[in-house]
């Protein structure tokens, strides 16, 4: 059940239609440049969660 967190980083990358947009600017960088840009960061803590989860103390 904790691998919907890898469907909801593959469709927020996937809609662009909802983040192709200009405004608000981020230090002059379009919404459209850093939204992609935090979804970096965002898509690894997730892909984390989800291993931590699923493999748990294993090593």
């Known amino acids: 059940m904790i691998k919907i967190l890898l469907l909801l ?3 927020m990358v996937l809609a662009v239609p909802f983040y192709n ?3 608000p ?3 002059g960088f379009p919404f459209f440049y850093w939204f992609q ?4 960061p965002v898509a690894s803590l997730l892909i984390y969660i989800v291993y931590r989860v ?3 103390g294993e090593k």
């Not at 840009?37 to 970096?40: E, N």
């Open 25 to 27: 600017a981020l230090f």
């Open 21 to 23: 947009r200009l405004t």
């Open 9 to 11: 980083v593959f469709v």
């Open 54 to 56: 699923e493999h748990g």
């Open 37 to 40: 840009i935090a979804l970096v």
